[in-house]
């Protein structure tokens, strides 16, 4: 007859048992390298989602912490051999890894994200509109223009985007010298 503490032994070495038999097998599936980067890749999206719940609740140091982290998370995976970012969420990928580097105003790879996911759905009016947002804080007026009018004919509905384009109209300043002489 067994006691109960060893069958509750029992029970968890077969469990630990199953767990490493499972990670044995994902690892000589994959390979070492593609479940370290899965790890990676879910370390990032679970950073960049506490950073989303910190900018709700207006924590925007705490934020961007966080979404620092998540960039950085993300860059360790996209370094690792065999990483191909269309296996790792291909427009959802994307979309997220330009919302993060958008977060911490560093525009430029947040635009080369955002093109990126815009090869899969030219029309999508989150992707225009935020490549809109990044080349008018990059300066490049005429792009900004052609992305939220382009977003803006796909949803009209959209009092954001108007207001914006009402703003580029005003504050290109090459319109303004070609206007003056």
Same mark, same amino acid.
């Given at each position: 007859?067994?006691?109960?503490?060893?069958?509750?032994?029992?029970?968890?070495?077969?469990?630990?048992?199953?767990?490493?038999?499972?990670?044995?097998?994902?690892? /000589?599936?994959?390979?070492?390298?593609?479940?370290?980067?899965?790890?990676?890749?879910?370390? +990032?999206?679970?950073?960049?989602?506490?950073?989303?719940?910190?900018?709700?609740?207006?924590?925007?140091?705490?934020?961007?912490?966080?979404?620092? /982290?998540?960039?950085?998370?993300?860059?360790? +995976?996209?370094?690792?051999?065999?990483?191909?970012?269309?296996?790792?969420?291909?427009?959802?990928?994307?979309?997220?890894?330009?919302?993060?580097?958008?977060?911490?105003?560093?525009?430029?790879?947040?635009?080369?994200?955002?093109?990126?996911?815009?090869?899969?759905?030219?029309? +999508?009016?989150?992707?225009?509109?935020?490549?809109?947002?990044? +080349?008018?804080?990059?300066?490049?007026?005429?792009?900004?223009?052609?992305?939220?009018?382009?977003?803006?004919?796909?949803?009209?509905?959209?009092?954001?985007?108007?207001?914006?384009?009402?703003?580029?109209?005003?504050?290109?300043?090459?319109?303004?010298?070609?206007?003056?002489?």
């Amino acid at each position: 007859m067994t006691t109960l503490g060893s069958d509750l032994q029992r029970k968890i070495l077969l469990v630990a048992a199953g767990i490493f038999f499972l990670l044995f097998l994902a690892v /000589s599936w994959f390979g070492w390298h593609s479940v370290q980067r899965q790890l990676l890749l879910m370390e +990032a999206r679970n950073h960049y989602d506490i950073a989303q719940r910190e900018v709700g609740k207006r924590h925007y140091r705490r934020a961007r912490a966080y979404f620092n /982290s998540a960039i950085k998370t993300w860059g360790k +995976a996209s370094r690792m051999p065999g990483f191909i970012p269309v296996e790792n969420g291909g427009y959802d990928g994307y979309l997220t890894a330009g919302n993060s580097y958008l977060m911490v105003r560093r525009y430029l790879l947040a635009r080369q994200c955002y093109e990126q996911a815009l090869k899969y759905d030219p029309n +999508a009016v989150t992707v225009l509109s935020a490549l809109g947002s990044c +080349a008018y804080s990059l300066g490049d007026y005429e792009s900004a223009r052609k992305f939220l009018e382009k977003s803006n004919r796909i949803c009209p509905l959209r009092k954001e985007f108007r207001a914006i384009l009402d703003r580029l109209q005003i504050q290109d300043p090459r319109e303004k010298k070609d206007k003056r002489g």
